[in-house]
């Protein structure tokens, strides 16, 4: 499971993700995750797909892709929309890039 949540990680860095924290102190990044990982751990799909944002980008706590696609895929396993949107876009990316490897062989 985490080698895929790795996958997952690295191909959300390839992605245009919003930003969620842009021109906030490093002290009020390092209060939202807290919160965010408070309402994750509760639950909230929500809060999993920010809390594997800030993950992702390194806002407020240390970058780490493999705890970034954890919480993506809790968030869309919930039917949270932007992260099931994101796993369908690096499904997707996986599947193009693994055709292209395919058609490379062949020649």
Known sequence: MKENAREIGNSAETLNLPKQHTKRTKQDLVDAVKQYRHDAEQGN?????????CYQFGDGIAKNKV???????????QGYG??????????????????NDLDLIRK
């Open 82 to 99: 932007q992260a099931q949107e994101l796993l369908k876009v690096i499904k997707d990316k996986k599947l193009r890039k693994s055709i």
């Open 67 to 77: 705890e970034a696609g954890i919480w993506f895929r809790k968030s869309a396993k």
């Open 45 to 53: 799909a929500e809060a999993q797909y920010l809390l594997g944002c």
